[in-house]
């Protein structure tokens, strides 16, 4: 998979931009501010739906417009798509593949990218929300179909909450108890699934995760993904994650999951209906990193975090390039050579060397690893100040 164009319109500081890429390394190169992170930033949102900055998208909406585009041309396998996404605010985003309209969740059948930016040590220091949504994108990125799942189960738990609500507001009606088991099969049912996948991700990312920690730093400091469940009783929103974990030997078995889900709902029971909220599911676990058998957030230093976040994208990546359809994800590195020294920036510039795509962002040239510097786009005040521009969306 490979990006042959990106056009931009009204996209945070850009009113157009229209950028020909080339197969290989990219490199956007410009001083701070000036918007070559927006370019990296629109690829991410077509394949994630999302900002690694911000959580919502409002403000990738240029200032006194009413939407954004962003368009990509796409080459895979011999085929070209043109993959586009319009950002509207105050209503519904929309999409479309060869100007087919499609709904905005099936981008990633389409196009795959894995990010990593310095906000990615959110992923490690913050909350367990950070690490739901890291492992949520990776499952659409490596099997699509779930983001219709995570959708359901997103939309269950908002029923399922109101209802509770009500019954904590009214006194709980035995008709509220009888339509609150309804609402129990169908968050059990869907919450199944995806903690199901989410442990068989986190088990598949285990060799990944330490081969790419080795290659980064230059030793092996065993790093690991321990999978911490609220249907264990682990109170994640509250607690240090470190109390109770799904036993391996467990695998990611089906009918376990569900009798553990629905045990742990009904010993909640009295406890969700005083506070009128769900309070065991796939949207309250977590996952912890380890480093030599540590917690990485709270004992790890800030070099360590560092380069378990930027592994952690690596492992993402070749698990992308094994099993999903797409092939090779388009990596994007966003001001990440700053903060390596050389080593570790000529070793980084052999793994990544691997990928058919690499965009790269800097403010400093020198900055960068001479055998990544074949194309470089300048980028000032947001404009392209001398790529190849190639009027490639005239047509149609």
């Known amino acids: ?36 992170t927006n370019l990296v930033e629109a690829l991410g949102y077509l394949s994630t739906l999302g900002s690694h900055r911000v959580s919502g998208d409002a403000p990738m909406i240029r200032a006194g ?8 041309k796409l080459h895979h396998n011999g085929r070209d798509l043109l993959a586009e996404v319009q950002i509207n605010r105050g209503a519904a985003n929309r999409a479309q593949i060869n100007r087919g309209q499609i709904k905005p969740r099936e981008l990633p059948r389409y196009f795959s990218s894995v990010l990593f930016a310095p906000e990615d040590l959110g992923i490690i220091r913050g909350d367990p ?57 169908k968050l059990v049912a869907l919450g199944s699934e995806i903690i199901a996948e989410r442990l068989a991700l986190i088990s598949d990312l285990q060799v990944p995760i330490r081969t790419a920690y080795s290659e980064v730093v230059g030793a092996d400091h065993r790093p690991g993904l321990v999978p911490v469940l609220s249907i264990l009783g682990n109170d994640t929103e509250t607690d240090d994650p470190e ?46 990193f380890d480093l030599n058998g540590l917690p990485v957030k709270g004992y790890a230093s800030h070099g360590e975090s560092w380069s378990f976040a930027l592994a952690l994208k690596i492992a993402s ?25 050389q080593r570790r920036r000529a070793r980084l510039a052999t793994i990544i060397s691997r990928y058919e795509q690499v965009f790269i962002t800097a403010a400093v040239l020198e900055d960068i690893p001479e055998e990544l510097t074949a194309h470089i786009v300048h980028i000032r005040s947001g404009t392209v100040v001398d790529p190849e521009v190639i009027d490639a969306f005239a047509e149609g």
């Open 129 to 185: 929300s950070a690490r739901r949504r890291f492992l949520d994108q990776l499952l659409v990125l490596r099997t699509p179909r779930l983001a219709g799942v995570l959708a359901d189960y997103e939309r269950v738990l908002r029923q399922r909450n109101t209802l509770l609500k009500s019954a904590r507001a009214t006194g709980v009606k035995e008709s509220q108890l009888t339509t609150l088991e309804i609402w129990d099969d």
């Open 243 to 288: 109390n109770v974990v799904w036993d391996p030997s467990g695998g990611a078995d089906r009918g376990q999951i569900i009798a553990t889900f629905r045990a742990a709902l009904a010993e909640k029971r009295r406890s969700e209906l005083d506070r009128g909220v769900t309070l065991v599911g796939a949207h309250r676990d977590d996952v912890r």
């Open 65 to 72: 417009q009413n939407s954004a585009v962003i368009r990509a």
């Open 1 to 36: 998979m490979i990006v042959t164009h990106l056009n931009l319109a009204d996209f945070r500081n850009y009113a157009s931009a229209d950028v020909a890429v080339s197969p290989g390394a990219n490199l956007f190169v410009g001083k701070n501010g000036q918007g070559k």
């Open 317 to 341: 990546a070749e698990i992308l390039r094994r099993d999903s359809l797409l092939g090779d994800p388009v990596l994007i590195l966003d001001d990440v050579f700053a903060e390596l020294d």
